[in-house]
């Protein structure tokens, strides 16, 4: 990973501002929205069952996230997810506390099956119970690091064809036997509700830009962390660090990446 080549997805987000089609939950509609935004992205919120089918097919990227989670919703993923997969529109899962109920579980369960995301995104409890490790979640919060999520990832990557990303201090890439490990990113960030969901968001905006899906998942974790690291230099605390992260991404250039990026293959 070089940060000429993240610099090169940054840039073609900006020229081409991407669709990205987003049926996500409640909490984090406006700040994914914003972030998407900032990077230069093409935001859309549609839920309706009426239409999903149709602004999907418009869309540079579909990203699905179960956070929170209703029968009409579920549908509406399923159909959405059917009208990319025709027109090979990536593909982005977020199994948001999936393990914390059943009715999540078999949600998460059957989307795996039915949309065939080709990218997914979780924090390490939420990777590990997708890959039906036995253990459930606490809400939508990790009680495990990212390398405990290691076996589960690799599992579940094989399992679905996919790549999965692992979100934690250090971030894991995971797609068959390859591995990328993202080091950027600050311990204020899990004090900010929604930052996993934008971290999906924005993966979602990186892989309309890059064929690669593994590429695509990695370049935007590691912008995502170096937008955190940034914004953090000048936060006093979670509120005003909202602010400075969206304003990361809205001012980054290539020298920030360069400066920032700690990143290795494996």
């Given at each position: 990973?070089?940060?000429?080549?993240?610099?090169?997805?940054?840039?073609?987000?900006?020229?081409?501002a991407?669709?990205?089609?987003?049926?996500?939950?409640?909490?984090?509609?406006n700040?994914?929205?914003?972030a998407?935004?900032?990077?230069?992205?093409?935001p859309?919120?549609?839920?309706?069952?009426?239409?999903?089918?149709?602004?999907?097919?418009?869309?540079?990227?579909?990203?699905?996230?179960?956070?929170?989670?209703?029968?009409?919703?579920?549908?509406?993923?399923v159909?959405?997810?059917?009208?990319?997969?025709?027109?090979?529109?990536?593909?982005?899962?977020?199994?948001?506390?999936?393990g914390?109920?059943?009715?999540r579980?078999?949600?998460?369960?059957?989307l795996?099956?039915?949309?065939?995301?080709?990218?997914?995104?979780?924090?390490?409890?939420?990777?590990?119970?997708?890959?039906?490790?036995?253990?459930?979640?606490?809400?939508?919060?990790?009680t495990?690091?990212?390398?405990?999520?290691?076996e589960g990832?690799?599992?579940?990557?094989?399992r679905?064809?996919?790549?999965?990303?692992v979100?934690?201090?250090?971030?894991?890439?995971?797609?068959?036997?390859?591995?990328?490990?993202?080091?950027?990113?600050?311990?204020?960030?899990?004090?900010?509700t929604?930052?996993?969901?934008?971290?999906t968001?924005?993966?979602?905006?990186?892989?309309?830009?890059?064929p690669?899906?593994?590429d695509a998942?990695?370049?935007a974790?590691a912008?995502?962390?170096?937008?955190?690291?940034?914004?953090?230099?000048?936060?006093?605390?979670?509120?005003?660090?909202?602010?400075h992260?969206?304003?990361a991404?809205?001012?980054?250039?290539?020298?920030?990446i360069?400066?920032?990026?700690?990143?290795?293959e494996?």
């Amino acid at each position: 990973m070089n940060y000429e080549a993240i610099w090169r997805d940054v840039e073609h987000i900006r020229s081409t501002a991407p669709l990205i089609h987003n049926i996500t939950n409640y909490v984090v509609m406006n700040s994914t929205a914003n972030a998407l935004l900032a990077i230069g992205a093409s935001p859309v919120m549609a839920h309706a069952i009426e239409e999903v089918e149709e602004m999907a097919s418009m869309a540079g990227a579909l990203v699905l996230n179960i956070g929170t989670l209703s029968a009409a919703w579920i549908e509406a993923m399923v159909k959405a997810a059917g009208a990319a997969r025709k027109r090979s529109i990536p593909i982005v899962f977020d199994p948001v506390g999936v393990g914390a109920t059943r009715f999540r579980t078999e949600t998460a369960g059957r989307l795996l099956k039915e949309a065939e995301p080709v990218i997914i995104r979780g924090n390490a409890s939420e990777i590990r119970a997708l890959a039906s490790t036995g253990e459930g979640t606490k809400g939508v919060d990790s009680t495990h690091t990212s390398d405990q999520a290691l076996e589960g990832a690799r599992s579940l990557s094989e399992r679905c064809r996919c790549v999965v990303v692992v979100s934690g201090a250090t971030d894991l890439i995971v797609a068959g036997d390859s591995l990328a490990c993202v080091h950027n990113g600050h311990p204020m960030m899990p004090r900010v509700t929604g930052l996993g969901c934008t971290a999906t968001a924005l993966v979602g905006a990186f892989a309309a830009v890059n064929p690669s899906a593994r590429d695509a998942a990695a370049h935007a974790m590691a912008v995502m962390g170096i937008a955190g690291e940034m914004a953090a230099e000048r936060a006093a605390g979670p509120g005003s660090f909202q602010m400075h992260f969206l304003d990361a991404l809205y001012l980054m250039q290539e020298a920030d990446i360069q400066r920032h990026l700690r990143a290795e293959e494996q």
